[in-house]
């Protein structure tokens, strides 16, 4: 199974974007789920993550007080919304459980942060 996000875009610096994954619901419902995002010659980094009861979130330095991770349980989603974007949040985001699993890694959703 492979999680596929969606909501990427070309937005300006300063512009917002929400992504989105779904997924299964025997893995969405025992899981933390995490954002991850692998910028170009970069390595793949986890950005957030959120606990699979949805009471606790971690957020890479970066990215905290732009970005918000949630989760609906009866949609069996993730989102991540993300304000303030800056042309270094520049990346292929991809979702994935939290800690991460090779085989959830599904394409990923292009976030480019361009004026």
């Known amino acids: 199974v492979q999680l596929q996000a969606s909501g990427g875009g070309l937005v300006q610096p300063g512009g917002s974007l929400r992504l989105s994954c779904t997924a299964p619901?025997?893995?969405?419902?025992?899981?933390?789920m995490g954002w991850y995002r692998q910028a170009p010659g970069k390595q793949r980094e986890l950005v957030a993550s959120?606990?699979?009861?949805?009471?606790?979130?971690y957020y890479a330095g970066d990215v905290r007080y732009r970005f918000t991770i949630s989760r609906d349980s009866a949609k069996n989603s993730v989102s991540l919304q993300m304000n303030s974007l800056k042309p270094e949040d520049t990346a292929v985001y991809y979702c994935?459980?939290?800690?991460?699993?090779?085989?959830?890694w599904g394409q990923g959703t292009l976030v480019t942060v361009s004026s």
């Open positions: 959120i606990w699979k009861d949805g009471k606790n979130t």
């Open positions: 994935n459980v939290q800690p991460l699993l090779e085989p959830y």
């Open positions: 619901a025997h893995i969405f419902q025992v899981n933390n």
